[in-house]
Every structure is written in C-alpha cells, then in structure tokens.
T-cell receptor, first 111, second 114 residues
Framework: RKEVEQDPGPFNVPEGATVAFNCTYS??????FFWYRQDCRKEPKLLMS???SGNEDGRFTAQLNRASQYISLLIRDSKLSDSATYLC????????????FGAGTQVVVTP | DAGVTQSPTHLIKTRGQHVTLRCSPI?????VSWYQQVLGQGPQFIFQ???????GRGNFPDRFSARQFPNYSSELNVNALLLGDSALYLC?????????????FGPGTRLTVL
C-alpha cells in the first residue's frame, strides 16, 4: 500500500463549478500536510498548508480528518487557470520529517 | 529575491555515464532536498541535507550520492546511469527541518538517458 494515495483523475470540471478531491495517508505519525500544484513539465509549487481546523485561501479550502487519515481540497468557482495536477504532501515525525508525495490528482477545467 | 535555481535545465547522457546536477537554495535556507519524478508519478525523495550533513535518504541505490557545500548549495551525483534514471530531478529548499517548514522547488533538471 502506498503511503500517500490520490485519485489520479482526471476531474473534468466546467468553468465556474466546484470540485473536491481527497488524499489518504497510511502513517498515523503524519504531522504536517500540504497541497502543491504542478503544471505540466513544471516544478511543484506550494498551494497551501493544511491545518487541523481546516483553512481557506480564496477559492481553495483544505480540510484534515485525522481520524480517517485523509485530507481534502475543494476548489470553488473553478477557473481555466486551475487546470493542473494537485499533489498531496505529508510529513511524518518518525522519519526525520521527510516529505511524502502522492502521485497527484489531475484537474481539467473546461470552458 | 531569487528562488531555487538548478543547473543544467536539460541533460542527455548515455547508459553507464555519470552525471552531476547542481542546486542553489533560496537565500537564508539551510536545507536542500533532492527528488526524482518520473512521468505520471509524484516526486520520490532521494536525499535531504541540512547544515552540510545528510539527514535523510530515500530508497535509491548507492549509485546516487549527494553533498551540500558551506554556502548551502548542493550537488546530486548519479553514477553508471541506467535508462530508468531518465526523469525530472527536483531540488527543494527549506529554512530548516521544522515540521511546519515548507519546501520550495527549483525548476528541475530533465535528464534523458539513452
């Protein structure tokens, strides 16, 4: 079983719609969580950190569910520019805090 | 402020050769990590360095090695290249090792092994 799992998609989303997807992690010692965005053939860029109480950054909302060991990302009012692969990242305390990446969820926003 | 820089941007090598990739972190950042990303997968952790010491190593063969210099820049070396080493190699820097420290990625070096 992979340590961090994501639905690869693609999620095809009409412009203006809402899309949400999850990421599950297997290590209960995971302590820090992030969402990164990666455009085709580019480097990952930090989208947002995920806090225990959930957090929002503009049209993006991240939630953490420790009991079920998953984090989620919701994008409201999708823009064409939101088309990208979204990478879930987990850091664990029992492994000197290494970053573990999921394989990514592809989102395609269509006009 | 300059972000993470990597060189070269692209590289073509043949099997059995050796390659050295370079990375300069964001000014003030003391930790550098290296990742390998093959098409369709997320980045796979290779090494992390902090204050010139190796702090973590991923599940990669001994053909992969790295080091960090006093100015916090870093090199990743890969010996005896295999076709399967073809990938995007990403360098990421962070201020330190705190769990809340985020990593910022460079543009990557795209390595093709023929």
């Amino acid at each position: 079983r992979k340590e961090v799992e994501q639905d690869p998609g693609p999620f095809n989303v009409p412009e203006g719609a809402t899309v949400a997807f999850n990421c599950t992690y297997s290590n209960s010692a995971s302590q820090s969580f992030f969402w990164y965005r990666q455009d085709c053939r580019k480097e990952p860029k930090l989208l947002m950190s995920v806090y225990s109480s959930g957090n929002e950054d503009g049209r993006f909302t991240a939630q953490l569910n420790r009991a079920s060991q998953y984090i989620s990302l919701l994008i409201r009012d999708s823009k064409l520019s939101d088309s990208a692969t979204y990478l879930c990242v987990v850091r664990v305390t029992d492994s000197w805090g290494k970053f573990q990446f999921g394989a990514g969820t592809q989102v395609v926003v269509t006009p | 402020d300059a972000g993470v820089t990597q060189s070269p941007t692209h590289l073509i090598k043949t099997r059995g050769q050796h390659v050295t990739l370079r990375c300069s972190p964001i000014s003030g950042h003391k930790s550098v990590s290296w990742y390998q990303q093959v098409l369709g997968q997320g980045p796979q952790f290779i090494f992390q360095y902090y204050e010139k010491e190796e702090r973590g190593r991923g599940n990669f063969p001994d053909r992969f090695s790295a080091r960090q210099f006093p100015n916090y820049s870093s090199e990743l070396n890969v010996n005896a290249l295999l076709l399967g080493d073809s990938a995007l190699y990403l360098c990421a820097s962070s201020f330190g090792l705190a769990l809340a420290d985020t990593q910022y990625f460079g543009p990557g070096t795209r390595l093709t092994v023929l």
